[in-house]
């Protein structure tokens, strides 16, 4: 599971407090994850759009070269999901105006981060190959931008590793946001070094440029860092410059650090630690302008005590200073639907978002590998909602989702993974918040991306959508993992 921040220049702010086991939701409020005027939107005709990656897809015959599809939403009535096969575009390092070579290992689309880096109304799209040579620096690693217009994303520049033998792996963490409060779009880039990379606004299509760049170092280990990162952005402490949280895998180890935003960008004064995990999305889930730092921690192989049965998600709360009060949520948790069980990996992937439309976020989250019944890895996803009294997450009506709920297209099998990737986002138009689900698994790994449809009683059991590389004319050769990340 590889990505991307959820929103376009979301200033997703938010704060908390606590109600017994639960996350707390206090007060109406826009959706954590599409704040007024900030939606993922290509093409600009105000419906959010959704690109779908497969990293280890082929291209042109060359092995984990790595696509991208772009899945544009159509409004409608609301009685169908916005996303169909039939309005998208497959891009690669093939595709006219993108920059580069498809080539072996390349891993195209590992990670993605939108926003409207140009600043033209239309939201673009950052693609890190994190594989890449460049030059001589083999897994050197790049990240192309490409450019949203009228007919959604097309063409692209190169963004320039500054420092390219400093590090490796350039773009194996992506995350968009304000970190200065300028009103433009930044990049925050992570790589094997201990230190993050970033891009402040001014980005330009001709030859890549951007207004500034810098380093932030972030204090998860004092060396080079092989385990897999995760970046997410949002202002938790209210101040209006957005903040950036990074998860790093230190000798397989879950590390949190909290990095500040500030006039003068992401500072190393004011950073803290956090609790670590494998994914995390930011967002004001209470209504009070400071964002939560929510991260779901599937599995730890040091054994503590919530990962061992299956997975945990914390929720730290924003504050004026900063991150405050932790607590967690896992299938033990009164009104979380199952039962938790080691290697479930319940917090594998999250989204936030306003599911059933009553102004009160919710947050959908994955448990990619839990087994029903003989289906053993076929991957569930629980919905909680936010509770108008403020008694939080899950106090009613979650939702347990999987292939044999009805109306979610397809079959629970063994090794699906349905649950690796999600997204809460509005790509009908109907003001309901949709749950768009990635299953890496699917197929004997050829992935495939679900697109089901919300209404006021939360996930809906009809008018879903299966979209499966075929469906989009993508090669299934060598197991694409079509849906490992979603960025919308």
Excluded: C
């Amino acid at each position: 599971m590889h990505h991307r921040l959820r929103t376009a220049l979301a200033t997703a702010t938010a704060a908390a407090a606590l109600s017994g086991g639960l996350a707390a939701v206090a007060g109406p409020g826009a959706s954590a994850a599409e704040p007024p005027g900030a939606i993922v939107d290509f093409n600009g005709d105000g419906v959010r759009d959704v690109a779908a990656s497969a990293p280890d897809a082929y291209v042109a015959g060359v092995r984990g070269a790595g696509q991208i599809v772009a899945h544009y939403g159509a409004k409608n009535d609301g009685t169908t999901a916005g996303l169909s096969a039939g309005r998208t575009k497959r891009l690669s390092q093939h595709s006219a105006g993108v920059p580069g070579t498809a080539e072996d290992g390349d891993g195209w689309g590992g990670w993605t981060a939108a926003a409207d880096f140009d600043g033209d109304g239309y939201t673009d799209l950052a693609v890190a190959a994190p594989g890449e040579k460049v030059g001589g620096d083999v897994n050197g690693g790049t990240i192309q931008l490409l450019w949203g217009g009228a007919n959604g994303l097309a063409g692209g520049t190169t963004l320039p590793d500054p420092r390219p033998y400093e590090h490796d792996l350039f773009g194996r963490g992506l995350a968009a946001g304000d970190f200065d409060g300028d009103g433009t779009a930044d990049l925050a880039v992570a790589s094997t070094s201990a230190s993050m990379d970033v891009f402040t606004g001014g980005f330009g299509r001709t030859k890549g440029d951007y207004g500034a760049w810098d380093t932030v170092a972030v204090p998860l280990d004092n060396g080079r860092i092989w385990g897999r990162f995760d970046l997410a952005a949002g202002d938790v402490d209210g101040d209006g410059d957005d903040d950036l949280v990074v998860n790093g895998h230190v000798d397989w180890e879950r590390s949190g650090v909290y990095v500040p935003g500030s006039p003068d960008g992401l500072t190393v004064a004011g950073q803290r630690q956090l609790p670590g995990g494998d994914t995390t999305v930011v967002g004001d889930v209470n209504d009070d302008g400071r964002a939560e730092i929510i991260t779901g921690l599937g599995r730890d192989d040091e054994g503590t005590p919530g990962a061992a049965l299956g997975g945990n998600v914390s929720v730290t709360f924003g504050s004026a200073d900063g991150p405050a009060a932790t607590t967690e949520l896992s299938q033990a948790t009164p009104g979380v639907p199952g039962t938790p069980e080691k290697g479930d990996d319940f917090g594998t992937e999250l989204g936030l978002g306003d599911v059933n439309s009553d102004g009160y976020t919710d947050l959908a989250i994955g448990a990619a590998n839990e087994t029903l019944g003989a289906a053993e890895n076929t991957g569930t996803v629980t919905v909680l909602y936010g509770a108008a009294d403020g008694s939080g997450f899950g106090a009613a009506g979650a939702t347990l989702v999987h292939q044999n709920t009805p109306g979610v297209p397809g079959t629970n099998e063994t090794r699906d993974r349905f649950g690796t990737e999600l997204l809460l986002s509005d790509p009908n138009g109907d003001g309901f918040d949709d749950l768009t689900v990635g299953a890496v698994g699917e197929n004997d790994g050829n992935g495939a991306v679900y697109a089901l449809r919300s209404d006021a009683g939360g996930v809906a059991a009809d008018g879903a959508v299966a979209i499966y590389p075929s469906s989009v004319g993508m090669p299934t050769t060598g197991d694409p993992g079509y849906g490992s990340a979603l960025a919308g």
